[in-house]
């Protein structure tokens, strides 16, 4: 059974630029979720979706975005870069609650 | 807001047991995870329990949950070097928002 994908694995972006994130999670799960991982901050939750709509959201300010595909396919984006996204973008998904299975992330790099 | 805290470091020798501790402050959380993570790789789910089970073995891995201490460990038998990696604990909060503790780094010695 293929696991969470995430793609791309690695990106380098200018301050400034926009970047997008996608993310398939397993077959048959409806629940996608990111999380953000740095030095400083360790692991922080982004927001998740299930069947589409936005179920929860972290602190983070608006550039970061998401959407959740009917095919339960996920992508986020942020806008207008800034040094400190430079970070480990983790996807998870999950049939619902409980259960819930990291892809191997796609590491932004942000100059 | 909720807070989970975990020690930062263990070093243990191979074959040993290893115990990794965890709190946490949300009372009303509905799960709690143990993740693994290797260098340069995403997370992967090692064991979760849900919050009214006092423990759940799987294998190697044994997790207590103190409920009435917020209080979280897990136990791997007969530590391995491929057991070296950061461990981090978890909790949810509502649906998949999940707080996780700072990590754990585990060194097994041979």
């Known amino acids: 059974k293929a696991g969470v994908t995430q793609t791309p694995r690695y990106l380098i972006k200018t301050r400034g630029q926009q970047v997008t994130l996608s993310c398939s999670p397993i077959?048959?799960?409806?629940?996608v979720s990111w999380y953000q991982q740095t030095p400083g901050q360790g692991l922080q939750f982004l927001f998740e979706?299930?069947?589409?709509?936005?179920?929860n959201k972290g602190n983070f300010p608006g550039r970061f975005s998401g959407r959740q595909f009917s095919n339960s396919r996920s992508e986020m984006n942020v806008s207008t870069l800034e040094l400190g996204d430079s970070a480990l973008y983790l996807c998870?998904?999950?049939?619902?609650?409980?259960?819930?299975?990291f892809g191997e992330g796609s590491r932004l790099t942000v100059l | 807001g909720e807070d989970v805290e975990q020690s930062l470091f263990l070093s243990v020798r191979e074959g040993d047991s290893s115990v990794i501790n965890c709190t946490y402050t949300?009372?009303?959380?509905?799960?709690l995870y143990w993740y693994k993570q290797e260098p340069g790789a995403g997370l992967q789910l090692l064991t979760y329990?849900?919050?009214?089970?006092d423990m759940k073995q799987d294998q190697r891995l044994t997790v207590l949950l103190n409920k009435k201490d917020k209080h979280l460990s897990l136990r791997i038998a007969d530590t391995q070097t491929g057991d070296s990696a950061i461990y981090f604990c978890?909790?949810?909060?509502?649906?998949?928002?999940?707080?996780f503790g700072a990590g754990t780094i585990l060194r097994v010695k041979s």
């Open positions: 949300d009372s009303s959380s509905t799960y």
């Open positions: 978890a909790e949810s909060e509502y649906g998949n928002k999940l707080v």
């Open positions: 979706y299930f069947s589409e709509t936005q179920r």
């Open positions: 077959s048959g799960h409806r629940s």
């Open positions: 998870a998904s999950s049939k619902n609650t409980g259960e819930l299975f």
């Open positions: 329990i849900f919050s009214n089970m």
